[in-house]
């Protein structure tokens, strides 16, 4: 039976085998592994990329976040970590690692639902906590650009300027994704990436990127990230050993070169998917907002009248295969739990969500007649609820 993985990483390779090969090869001949030449020139090629000063490459996603929020506890309080008292708002639809930057950076995360039909951070939600009496206590907000499209960055930018917030794009999921003209990573005080396998830009491995046009941020990024100073012998802050990899770095320059055109077939699988899905009644289907670019990450069905994990099932049994991003939102989890967070006011949406949706299979190299096999399937099995 043919089978539909979510994603195909050995054709993915095979097709740039070449450039991917000689990118390592490269590096065994110089054996600079540790922030070595080509750990700058993916810095400066994303920079340029995504039109900011500085880029700095960290050992993931994860680290990029909780680097940021130390830079910006340094720079903005003069002190290591944040307050538990200092609030940083975000959404509970995410990856645990966005909650999870936040206590580390030893702030309190604040929860704020989610919109339903984009599945991003709500600003109306963002705007009734602030003007709640704990509204004061806010320090920053890290929107996620979920399933690789944006949030409403114009709301944000502005809610932020007006309260003198900082924000942290949580990018991981949208490299090259866009709000108008803008680049994602390049709108607020920082964006922050991640390169983990299953990414649109992925290596192979860990590795991760701070994306900042504040030379402050950078500067200390740079530090956080070998041991807290310029100087290792000699360091000023407390510090990590959070570097990304020559090695890394070499195979996702290599990979780099292909990310619009895997952009836009991702883009282009999505756009089929809407298209022949579109007169399925018992599912919802992702909407995209006319200022983004939404880089399909994820396709993300949602399935009404609690049927998404027999459709699930289904699939499965057709070799189709699927995934639910994400099963429990973050207010839900051990970790969050014990005032360790704060729920504001309720999350239903985000609950909803966790019941409901399912990400299809995108694969950049997949075939139109493979994603047109899903659909049949979905259809087959709505049919036979009937
Ligand atoms: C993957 C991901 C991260 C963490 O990135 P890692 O490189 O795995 O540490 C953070 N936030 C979101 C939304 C992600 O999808």
Redesign the pocket.
């Known amino acids: 039976m043919k089978q539909i993985p979510m994603l195909d990483l050995h054709a993915e390779y095979k097709h740039m085998q070449s450039d991917i090969d000689q990118a390592i090869r490269t590096c065994l001949e110089h054996q600079k592994w540790v922030l070595g030449p080509e750990v700058k020139e993916l810095e400066d090629s994303i920079a340029r990329y995504l039109n900011v000063k500085h880029c700095v490459g960290v050992s993931?996603?994860?680290?990029a976040?909780v680097l940021s929020l130390r830079a910006l506890a340094i720079k903005t309080k003069g002190q290591e970590y944040f307050a538990r008292q200092d609030e940083i708002i975000t959404t509970p639809f995410?990856?645990t690692?966005?909650g999870d930057a936040i206590l580390r950076a030893g702030a309190t995360p604040v929860f704020v639902d989610i919109d339903p039909a984009t599945y991003n951070i709500d600003p109306q939600r963002i705007s009734e906590y602030l003007a709640s009496t704990a509204g004061h206590r806010v320090v920053g907000v890290i929107p996620?650009h979920?399933y690789g499209q944006s949030c409403e960055m114009d709301k944000i930018s502005d809610i932020a300027t007006e309260r003198n917030l900082f924000i942290v794009e949580?990018v991981?999921?949208a490299f090259g994704g866009t709000w108008k003209h803008e680049k994602l990573g390049a709108i607020g005080t920082a964006g922050?990436f991640?390169?983990?396998p299953s990414?649109n830009l992925g290596g192979f491995g860990?590795?991760?990127m701070v994306s900042t046009s504040d030379d402050k941020i950078a500067e200390l990024v740079r530090m956080l990230l070998k041991h807290g100073g310029k100087d290792k012998y000699n360091v000023d802050h407390i510090g990590y050993n959070a570097r990304l990899d020559t090695l890394q770095a070499a195979i996702l320059l290599a990979k780099f070169k292909y990310i619009d055109e895997f952009n836009a077939n991702r883009a282009a699988i999505a756009a089929r998917y809407t298209q022949t899905l579109s007169n399925v009644k018992s599912i919802r289907l992702p909407q995209q907002l006319q200022e983004a670019y939404h880089v399909s990450h994820q396709y993300t069905i949602n399935v009404m009248d609690g049927k998404r994990d027999a459709l699930q099932a289904f699939l499965k049994e057709k070799g189709i295969s699927s995934m639910v991003y994400y099963p429990l939102p973050l207010h839900k989890m051990t970790v969050f739990l014990n005032g360790r967070s704060i729920a504001s006011r309720d999350l239903v949406n985000a609950e909803q969500a966790a019941l409901n949706v399912l990400s299809l299979p995108v694969e950049p190299l997949q075939s139109v007649n493979d994603t047109l096999l899903v659909t049949e399937y979905i259809k087959e099995f709505f049919r036979k609820q009937l």
């Open positions: 993931s996603g994860t680290e976040l995410t990856f690692a966005t996620v979920l949580d991981a999921q922050c991640s390169f983990f990414k860990d590795g991760g």
